[in-house]
């Protein structure tokens, strides 16, 4: 089964910056594309980027391009997402999902507990 678990998250001040990291199962990793998606209070769950198996390609929505940065490193079965000049905004719980993710498809198959991102002013 897969599993993957987010860590990095925190109080911060806007401004700084974060990274999140993802640990999954060895298959999970290597076997999928993997995602980040967010989930502030009283709204949806939204994609924010994704990456391919060999992260040769990477997804962002529009909001996440520019301050955001996915990346993994399959030796080590980990995910990250990058996060500078934190806004207030980016307020959320930050998920990871193993799943399939094209520039148009986000089909996760596989989720973490969250991590939680709070920024402050």
């Known amino acids: 089964q897969v599993q993957v678990v987010e860590s990095g998250g925190g109080l911060v001040q806007a401004g700084d910056s974060l990274r999140l990291s993802c640990a999954a199962s060895?298959?999970?990793?290597?076997?999928?594309?993997m995602g980040w998606f967010r989930q502030a209070p009283g709204k949806p769950r939204e994609f924010v980027a994704a990456i391919t198996q060999d992260g040769g390609t990477s997804y962002y929505t529009n909001s996440a391009k520019g301050r955001f940065t996915i990346s993994r490193d399959n030796a080590s079965n980990t995910v990250f997402l990058q996060i500078n000049s934190l806004k207030p905004e980016d307020t959320a719980v930050y998920y990871c999902?193993?799943?399939?993710?094209?520039?148009?498809?986000?089909?996760?198959?596989?989720w973490g507990q969250g991590t939680q991102v709070t920024v402050s002013l």
């Open positions: 060895a298959r999970s990793v290597n076997d999928n594309s």
């Open positions: 999902a193993a799943g399939r993710y094209t520039a148009v498809k986000r089909e996760p198959s596989a």
